[in-house]
């Protein structure tokens, strides 16, 4: 069985689902191809009517959707309530923009003319994380469903309800049937899903293997695909950081959603200077964190989303120390029922051990001292990742500098404000291609067409 709801601050089953059989899996197919053929041709003003609809469902049902969230993944409930209104502004954005960002473009041939069109390409198969059980579907439906797409979407095993909950306010929005369908299956279905001529498109977000799997099968079928993987976010302190400034966005980067952020930060690169100070501090503000219900608002520390993200986690901090890391402070789950950790530090983690090179996807912040800004730009740089990442620093001016110098798909100075409908987001190296978001991320899926007329005669 795929779909299993546990509530991790407790451990209880809330509630299972079945897969779905073969032949109701072909149902939800055929309906989402049938369902493009008027889809496509349905202007962007009426396709805006049921997005915007959506939104306001969204934004409506807050406590509701909230609520679900927290008891099925164990988000703490404000952050909760902060990614459903997100989750409501990107689709709106989408329903707002869509028709701007797709219309056509002159090119400016020597001969004649020309234009480029932007037309839909059918039915998009998306696989999703846990993590943000929203805000992803949002991601991807914004845009996807606004460029006149279909979408089939198979959420992450842990939060069923949650994928539920957002197909039903698409209905409740006026979506006909086959638009927007969540699909409750096996990874084995998922693959034959890929493999389906009705699906021209394949979009993840998840982990490095998921996306290697994935991305493969989607190859193999000639289909375009978009990958946003994992991360392991350099946060760069250089010695004329703002000290209050930047351990604030120290503990919001590496605990916000306890941790569980493709584009948290994970590697604290700070400049010599600053290290005893910015280290004293830092683990004072973890060690200060409370854990709790999710539910209640007074929680500083919630659960990981499960039993399992915890068990996998204390090994790999367990397996960091064998390779020589000195645990600074935590290391071992809270003592209470769920799925807790002590928020960790980490120093001491030199190459060659696992942990330089791994994501820590939970509590867990890993601490490298540099002797200064060349040397910190060298380490940020030196990973198998290339999500995000942020440098402090009073000059503004430096801080573009050294943004630019390091390999990621994003940056932020002073700051680390992840995620805007309007600004592209996604990675390069393993942590994979392509844009969400923004104008780039309404482009993915279209077929970009030439269309060009010239009065000439044939040259033979
Ligand atoms: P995951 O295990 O890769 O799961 C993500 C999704 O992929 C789930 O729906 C999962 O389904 C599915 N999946 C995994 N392997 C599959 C396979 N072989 N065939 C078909 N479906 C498969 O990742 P996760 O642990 O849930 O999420 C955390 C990861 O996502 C982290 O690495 C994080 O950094 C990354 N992430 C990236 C972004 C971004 O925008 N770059 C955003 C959020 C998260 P099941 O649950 O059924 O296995």
Known sequence: MTYQSFNPATGKLLKTFDDLTDAQLETKLAAAAACFETWRHTPYAERAVIIEKAAMLVHDRVEELARTMTLEMGKRIDEARGEVEFSAQILSYYAKNAERFLADTDLNPTTGEGHMESSPIGVVFGVEPWNFPYYQLARVAGPHLMAGNTLVIKHAGCV???????????????????????????????????????????????????????AARAGQNLKPSSMELGGSDAFIVLEDADMEHTIKWAVWGRMYNTGQTCCAAKRFIVVETLADTFIAK?????????????????????????????????KQVDVAVTHGAKVLIG??????????????????????????????????????RVKDEEEAIALANDSDFGLGGSVFTKDVARGKRVASRIDTGMMFINNISWSDAELPFGGIKNSGYGRELGDMGIQAFVNKKLVRYVVADAPF
């Open 331 to 368: 290391g071992k789950r809270v003592d209470r029922p769920g799925s807790y950790m002590q928020p960790t530090i980490l120093t001491d983690v030199k190459p060659g051990n696992p942990a330089f090179r791994d994501e820590f996807f939970g509590p867990v912040a890993m601490i490298f």
């Open 160 to 214: 069923p309800q949650c994928a539920i909950a957002f197909e039903k306010l698409l209905l409740d929005a006026g979506a006909p049937v086959g638009l927007y369908t969540n699909l409750l299956i096996s990874h084995a279905q998922s693959d034959r899903v890929v493999d389906d001529p009705r699906i021209k498109g394949v979009a993840l977000t998840g982990s490095v293997a998921a996306g290697r799997s994935i």
């Open 282 to 314: 830092f683990q004072a503000a973890l060690g200060a964190l409370k854990a709790g219900d999710p539910l209640d608002e007074k929680t500083t520390l919630g659960p990981l989303s499960s039993e399992s993200a915890l068990t996998d986690i204390l």
